[in-house]
T-cell receptor, first 110, second 114 residues
Framework: NAGVTQTPKFRVLKTGQSMTLLCAQDMNHEYMYWYRQDPGMGLRLIHYSVGEGTTAKGEVPDGYNVSRLKKQNFLLGLESAAPSQTSVYFC?????????FGSGTQLSVL | DQQVKQNSPSLSVQEGRISILNCDYTNSMFDYFLWYKKYPAEGPTFLISISSIKDKNEDGRFTVFLNKSAKHLSLHIVPSQPGDSAVYFCAARRAAGTASKLTFGTGTRLQVTL
């Protein structure tokens, strides 16, 4: 019973490097989301998708790109990482109001 | 602009007593409210929710109260158990579109002591 799976769990990058975070869900949900969690800030929405082939900006989209080529996968890309992108990243999926979250990716940008 | 506020960063309660976690919001367009629980190194997990057309929802030891006029909701846990120790996030959904884009509060860390 996997639910929402995120890879990798941890990553350290140098400023300017790029990387992709992968999110996979096995619940056949239409909607998928990427959030970041920072101390004292709660969770903030980066990008989301309402279905395969669609993406939209959330609250804090700058510096990130996303793709939803398959319904079950939602990728978050950082083209040129900055220290301000050090955070914990959570992927989620939903059928309606209730979001199901993955276990998170701890990203440090040095 | 923090539209969903949890003004208490932490709360300590004795086992068996009631825990009350509070949340305030500013956007009157929010139509659905949720509470999530988060353990360290895990993702948030859904706990309980309430629609804006209701003022109370109960699920076992957990009850959520909504006061629309005051733009305030609270989560009551009775009785509190050590396993309830976690960070609790309040979240709200704006009634627009089809995706459930939730706005989260900053969280309250609950510690239930023996």
């Amino acid at each position: 019973n996997a639910g929402v799976t995120q890879t990798p769990k941890f990553r350290v990058l140098k400023t300017g490097q790029s990387m992709t975070l992968l999110c996979a869900q096995d619940m056949n949900h239409e909607y998928m989301y990427w959030y970041r969690q920072d101390p004292g800030m709660g969770l903030r929405l980066i990008h989301y998708s309402v279905g395969e082939g669609t993406t939209a900006k959330g609250e804090v989209p700058d510096g990130y790109n996303v793709s939803r080529l398959k319904k079950q996968n939602f990728l978050l890309g950082l083209e040129s990482a900055a220290p301000s992108q050090t955070s914990v990243y959570f992927c989620a999926s939903s059928l309606r109001e209730k979001l199901f979250f993955g276990s998170g990716t701890q990203l440090s940008v040095l | 602009d923090q539209q969903v506020k949890q003004n208490s960063p932490s709360l300590s309660v004795q086992e068996g007593r009631i825990s009350i976690l509070n949340c305030d919001y500013t956007n009157s367009m929010f139509d659905y409210f949720l509470w999530y629980k988060k353990y360290p190194a895990e993702g948030p997990t859904f706990l309980i929710s309430i629609s804006s057309i209701k003022d109370k929802n109960e699920d076992g030891r957990f009850t959520v109260f909504l006061n629309k006029s005051a733009k305030h909701l609270s989560l009551h846990i009775v009785p509190s158990q050590p396993g309830d120790s976690a960070v609790y996030f309040c979240a709200a959904r704006r009634a627009a579109g089809t995706a459930s884009k939730l706005t989260f509060g900053t969280g309250t860390r609950l510690q239930v002591t023996l």
